[in-house]
């Protein structure tokens, strides 16, 4: 019994972490593709002046909307996947 439940605990975890690692890389990119990669050319100060907003409404959105749900679908497919490994022996 016990064996059961550090499968589904430790499964549970993996996926959350991996959900919030997934979560942060989507909000990585999305700030790549729409801040950095736009402005490569500018000089510091006005590449600074210039993504000013978007730094802090793509963080935002990382930080409070992916990283969450990643650990929200993450914990939830561990704990399926969890649940499959114990039912199998």
């Not at 499968?7 to 990119?29: N, P, Y």
């Not at 993504?51 to 939830?76: E, K």
């Not at 996947?81 to 022996?89: A, N, P, R, W």
């Amino acid at each position: 019994m016990l064996k059961k439940i550090a499968i589904v605990i430790s499964s549970m975890l993996l996926g959350i972490f991996g959900g919030a690692a997934v979560g942060w890389l989507i909000g990585r990119a999305v700030f790549f593709f729409a801040a950095e990669l736009p402005n490569r050319n500018l000089p510091p100060e006005q590449y600074s002046a210039a993504t000013c907003g978007l730094n802090l409404s793509i963080g935002m959105l990382t930080f409070f909307v992916l990283i969450p749900a990643g650990v929200v679908l993450g914990s939830a497919f561990g704990f399926g996947f969890g649940m499959k490994q114990t039912h199998e022996e």
